[in-house]
């Protein structure tokens, strides 16, 4: 069964910061893109962050760019998003999404391709940042 499950959310004041994880099962984590995602109440969901194991590529939203980083652990099937200098306006609840790349699709398509086009979601973590 394939399965993505996010942890690492909670509660944390401004200026600090959380480490979200994104464990895989079913699949192996090398043979496709996964990409943090969130959405805020009354609002869209947005991409925040993107890794493609196999090569390292990695994209970030501007709004996130210098404050988070994602990686990846292979032996762990695992995408870690470090995240600091947390924001109010980071407040959201955090997916994490698969796209599978083995067939060569290059990562910008994917990092351009809407959120529905990824063929996998986990059930989402909540961040909030109190200021």
């Known amino acids: 069964e394939v399965q993505l499950v996010e942890s690492g959310g909670g509660l944390v004041q401004a200026g600090g910061s959380l480490r979200l994880s994104c464990a895989a099962s079913?699949?192996?984590?090398?043979?496709?893109?996964i990409g943090w995602f969130r959405q805020a109440p009354g609002k869209e969901r947005e991409d925040v962050s993107c890794?493609?194991?196999?090569?390292?590529?990695?994209y970030y939203a501007d709004s996130v760019e210098g404050r988070f980083t994602i990686s990846s652990d292979h032996a762990k099937n695992t995408v870690y998003l470090q995240m600091t200098s947390l924001k109010p306006e980071d407040t959201a609840v955090y997916y994490c999404?698969?796209?599978?790349?083995?067939?060569?699709?290059?990562?910008?398509?994917?990092?351009?391709?809407?959120?529905?086009?990824?063929?996998?979601w986990g059930q989402g973590t909540q961040v909030t940042v109190s200021s």
């Open positions: 999404a698969a796209e599978f790349v083995g067939n060569g699709l290059p990562f910008i398509m994917v990092v351009t391709q809407t959120p529905d086009e990824y063929d996998y």
């Open positions: 079913g699949f192996a984590i090398d043979d496709y893109a």
């Open positions: 890794i493609k194991s196999s090569d390292g590529s990695t």
